[in-house]
């Protein structure tokens, strides 16, 4: 059993695409989140969802945009592609409040 | 704001022998503490977390984290690594009063040499 998964691994696209990521968790939290993991091994948080309402909103250009259709699943829009954008991304989930935070296996996007 | 800094980008070790990753942090408020392993190619895991109390704190796979409070330090050991151990480590810290938001080192990664 799956707890946090992403679909695709992997995504290979050109500069100037759209493209999305799917993120779904079974775990029943109330919160999902994307990070960003950069070439350096830097991990940031981007975005995050509780009951569907976004209470984190780093500097991330508009060009991303978080949908959660329900709260088991939070996916991630990429409009206009830039090389900058190629990244291993990572879905995550938790309780609002909670420590804890489950990390999906991840999607590494390369943008050429 | 809060940082997160671990000094050692790469740390090889013999089989057995004892390993500490380095993780120090900067906040003026208290702070939970935490460690994640991400094993190649797949997500974080979380090893061990500090919220209070004692400040040795043990985890998962024999490891263990001390909280310095007067240091700003949260190091990782593990008195005899395994093989299995080579992974990338990271250090992070999120605030009590908000819970969600992580701050994460950049990752120590540990060679385990047979």
């Known amino acids: 059993d799956t707890a946090v998964s992403q679909t695709p691994k992997y995504l290979v696209t050109q500069m100037g695409n759209d493209k999305s990521i799917k993120c779904e968790q079974n775990l029943g939290h109330d919160t999902m989140y994307w990070y960003k993991q950069d070439s350096k091994k830097f991990l940031k948080i981007m975005f995050s969802y509780n009951n569907k309402e976004l209470i984190i909103n780093e500097t991330v250009p508009n060009r991303f945009s978080p949908k959660s259709p329900d709260k088991a699943h939070l996916n991630l829009h990429i409009n206009s592609l830039e090389l900058g954008d190629s990244a291993v991304y990572f879905c995550a989930s938790s309780f609002r409040g909670s420590t804890e935070q489950y990390f999906g296996p991840g999607t590494r996007l390369t943008v050429t | 704001a809060q940082s997160v800094t671990q000094l050692d980008s790469q740390v090889p070790v013999f089989e057995e022998a004892p390993v500490e990753l380095r993780c120090n942090y900067s906040?003026?408020?208290?702070?939970?503490l935490f460690w994640y392993v991400q094993y190649p190619n797949q997500g974080l895991q979380l090893l061990l977390k500090?919220?209070?109390?004692?400040?040795l704190v043990k985890g998962i796979n024999g490891f263990e984290a001390e909280f310095n409070k007067s240091q700003t330090s949260f190091h990782l050991r593990k008195p005899s690594v395994h093989i299995s151990d080579t992974a990338e480590y990271f250090c992070a810290v999120s605030d009590p009063n908000t819970g969600n938001q992580f701050y994460f080192g950049t990752g120590t990664s540990l060679t385990v040499i047979p």
């Open positions: 906040s003026s408020v208290s702070v939970y």
């Open positions: 500090y919220l209070s109390g004692s400040t």
